[in-house]
């Protein structure tokens, strides 16, 4: 046995195991005992892969890319909560690191091969540097909010770089040039470092890409929120003036038509347009036209709204922001609702309250089954895929966090919590 050779490859695993786990750590957790798992698959991942080498010996060369690759992959995949090409792009990532070192380590091993313990240390201080830069740094900063969205351009342009980083290396075994040539070490450590630092400028083009999507489909929705504030105010104003004038004619009626059957007659019309009149009255011109028009809808399906609000203390928000506020969150706590068949159930809070300096607006609503909640801990929508999904409680926190609040959800004893708090001096945004 070539114990060189082996302490060599043992060291090459723990290198993969570090970059793997630097990687790995600021992920979400699939559950509490990833631990566990990510300890048994490095231990039984390293004895096979050690395995194997000694049985192939000098071949097995050609197959410890892809072994590492897949290690690292299988372990992303017991730890993370990752989608299948984002296990593929963290390993991408993990790997063409950890190439990187070993290039380094040939180097140092072949100028400090007669002093061990130097190159023991200098090999360490290496690795423990390159791990602890990479991890409070790109590792932290690349995932968003624990997570990666890795699309398949993306991961395609990922894959291209790992086949040119390997490329390098099966050069390097063919042409063989001389062990001292330093240009030839410094030609492939080269290759390695641009790989990962395109495969870094590749992630934030990427990332730009998708903020920038998404941009442009918030400012659609608030377009498509502006108007139909816009409509829901005239057409409710146009309702209360014909309710107002049709209230006054019954009464007028009333008074000349005497008679018990005429006076029911009438008494049920009025009855009946009453709905129309009752108007929010929360002294907010803006809250008062979203609460009347979700409040007609609601009437009409069986829906009990109640609201306690203090509408002054919105006075500060511009009327669109306001709207795509309540008029996302009652469309869901609408649509949730719908889903309960007891209708003593349906039934919807709003409250808008001042605590201490903070201004809270909570929206609670009864839900007829478990959520399921995403990487952003956002509950999953049950809406076929569309080019909106997914947008509406999205659409809130990003209202929240443009005037130095936050949104929370929960589902707790059979209810969903929807709560933003702002600043009672709201911090706008820049060119908010």
Known sequence: MDWSLFLTNLWDLLVLWSFTLAFA????????????RAALWAGAGSVLFLILVL???????????????????????????????????????????????????????????GRPLLLLSVCTVLLVGLVAGVGLTIARWMPDKGTYHTGPRQLTFALVLWTISLGANLFWAVWAPPSDQI?????????????????????????????????????TLWMQHKAQYDLSKET?????????????????LEAVCAGGAREQYLKEVEQSVRIYDVLAKTGNEVLDTVLTEK???????????????????????????????????????????????????????????????????????????????????????????????????????HTAEKYGGFMTVKAEDGAFYLRLLLPRSPRRAPGA
Request: hydrophobic share 45%; aromatic share 10%.
């Open 236 to 252: 409710i104003a146009l309702i209360n003036r014909k309710c107002h004038d049709m209230k006054h004619q019954i009464r007028a």
């Open 183 to 219: 240009t030839s070490w410094a030609l492939l450590l080269l290759i390695k470092f641009y790989c990962a630092t395109v495969l870094y400028l590749q992630h934030g083009l990427f990332q730009k890409s998708a903020i920038r999507q998404e941009l442009a489909m918030m400012n």
């Open 55 to 113: 049985l192939l010996g000098p071949g097995a060369l050609w197959v410890r890319p892809p072994l590492f690759f897949a290690l690292s992959a299988v372990l992303f995949r017991l730890c993370a909560d990752l989608t299948a090409k984002s296990v593929l792009y963290c390993a991408v990532w993990a790997t063409v690191l950890s190439d990187l070192v070993f290039k380094y380590d040939a180097l140092l091993r072949h100028f400090l091969s």
């Open 295 to 397: 409040s007609l809808f609601c009437e009409a399906s069986g829906i009990q709204a109640n609201c306690v609000a203090d509408g002054h203390l919105l006075d500060f928000m511009d009327p669109v922001d306001l709207y795509t506020i309540f008029g996302n969150a009652l469309d869901n706590a609408i649509e949730s609702v719908s889903a309960i068949e007891d209708r003593t159930r349906r039934i919807i809070d709003v409250q808008v309250y001042s605590e201490k300096q903070m201004l809270v607006i909570q929206i609670i609503n009864p839900i007829a089954r478990e959520l399921t909640f995403d990487a952003e801990d956002l509950p999953v929508s049950t809406k076929e895929a569309n080019g909106y999904h997914g947008f509406g409680l999205r659409s809130i926190r």
């Open 25 to 36: 750590l600021p992920l979400k957790k699939r559950d509490s005992r990833w631990k566990s």
